[in-house]
T-cell receptor, first 117, second 114 residues
Framework: AQSVTQLDSQVPVFEEAPVELRCNYSSSVSVYLFWYVQYPNQGLQLLLKYLSGSTLVKGINGFEAEFNKSQTSFHLRKPSVHISDTAEYFC???????????????FGAGTRLAVHP | DGGITQSPKYLFRKEGQNVTLSCEQN?????MYWYRQDPGQGLRLIYYSQIVNDFQKGDIAEGYSVSREKKESFPLTVTSAQKNPTAFYLC?????????????FGSGTRLTVV
């Protein structure tokens, strides 16, 4: 079974500073990895995903994440944040299906990013 | 545009009442999910359905019920047995059983008990 841990519940940062939101996963098989963003009183929006191939994944709004298999991590980064990036960010994991059945995403507890002027 | 529509956006419930939250998708997705979100607790899975006329309990199904009579629709009923229903409810769907495209989420319904 898979699990995911977001290491920081809150991350405060000043505008135009870089930021890293940390995500570690646990799985005995290969994984799919996702980052979602949630603005206040809204649903979740997909930022980026890793399925296979290049370990550096670029997403929307200038975010990127790097898959590190040896560290079982998928940290989200942005070189320069804006006030509008203030939101909650969720990491999620799943595992590819190789036979019948169905699959689900497992979500982390979320990290609240607060960007200050 | 394709997407998931949740309604209403805000809902108020009196003690002892059942209420139904609507979730409709026009993405032709097979699977649909209901999550509950409380401050500081992330997403908790209530029910999910992989195909029409079939659904499974998630981690916190007590006090909730669902139906999946049509592929497009997955309504959630919050019954009077749910003792603390005030929360933000999110509906999601996925294209296939492998979830390699991730989930698409609706914009949520905020339920408040008055």
């Amino acid at each position: 079974a898979q699990s995911v841990t977001q290491l920081d519940s809150q991350v405060p940062v000043f505008e135009e500073a870089p930021v890293e939101l940390r995500c570690n996963y646990s799985s005995s098989v290969s994984v799919y990895l996702f980052w979602y963003v949630q603005y206040p009183n809204q649903g979740l929006q997909l930022l980026l995903k890793y399925l296979s191939g290049s370990t550096l994944v670029k997403g929307i709004n200038g975010f990127e994440a790097e898959f590190n298999k040896s560290q079982t991590s998928f940290h989200l980064r942005k070189p320069s944040v804006h006030i509008s990036d203030t939101a909650e960010y969720f990491c999620a994991v799943s595992a590819p299906l190789f036979s019948g059945g169905y699959n689900k995403l497992i979500f982390g507890a979320g990290t609240r990013l607060a960007v200050h002027p | 545009d394709g997407g998931i529509t949740q309604s209403p956006k805000y809902l108020f419930r009196k003690e002892g009442q059942n209420v139904t939250l609507s979730c409709e998708q026009n993405l032709n997705h097979d699977a649909m999910y209901w999550y509950r979100q409380d401050p500081g607790q992330g997403l908790r899975l209530i029910y999910y359905s992989q195909i029409v006329n079939d659904f499974q309990k998630g981690d916190i199904a007590e006090g909730y019920s669902v139906s999946r009579e049509k592929k497009e629709s997955f309504p959630l009923t919050v019954t009077s047995a749910q003792k603390n229903p005030t929360a933000f409810y999110l509906c999601a769907s996925s294209e296939n059983r492998d979830v390699n495209y991730g989930y698409t989420f609706g914009s949520g319904t905020r339920l408040t008990v008055v």
